[in-house]
């Protein structure tokens, strides 16, 4: 997957919006590209070396979905309870990466308050 096609796919979602929230935070921070819907983050990866993406996902998957691939591993400096890193070029389809940022972009959209 080409990391500008990947991030035309992340800023297609309605309200979408993309920053680098992290520069100074942690060595190799400012290279943390992380895309939100309003306020809430749905999708985060490293721009230098764009070999993973970090997501939000159902507690209820995220071991069955460890079980059924190699490339889902540890968050990126997130919950592990509710966030999963997926690794490109392993064993998940592209197509299925796509459909799993989508199920984060929609965890994001359920999680905004009625003021956000």
């Known amino acids: 997957m080409d990391i500008e096609q990947f991030r035309e796919f992340c800023l297609s979602f ?11 935070f ?27 993406v970090t997501i939000r996902c159902n507690s209820e998957e995220i071991q069955e979905l460890k079980e059924k691939y190699i490339a889902i591993d540890k968050p990126f400096n997130l919950s592990h309870r509710s966030w999963i890193s997926v690794r490109f070029n392993a064993d998940m389809p592209d197509e299925s990466i796509r459909s799993m940022v989508e199920a984060s972009y929609n965890l994001a959209v359920k999680s905004l308050s009625k003021k956000e």
């Open 14 to 24: 309605d309200q979408a919006t993309e920053g680098m929230p992290f520069k100074g």
């Open 26 to 52: 942690f060595r190799n921070s400012k290279f943390i590209l992380v895309f939100y819907v309003r306020t809430r983050m749905f999708c985060l990866f490293d721009i230098e070396s764009f070999n993973c």
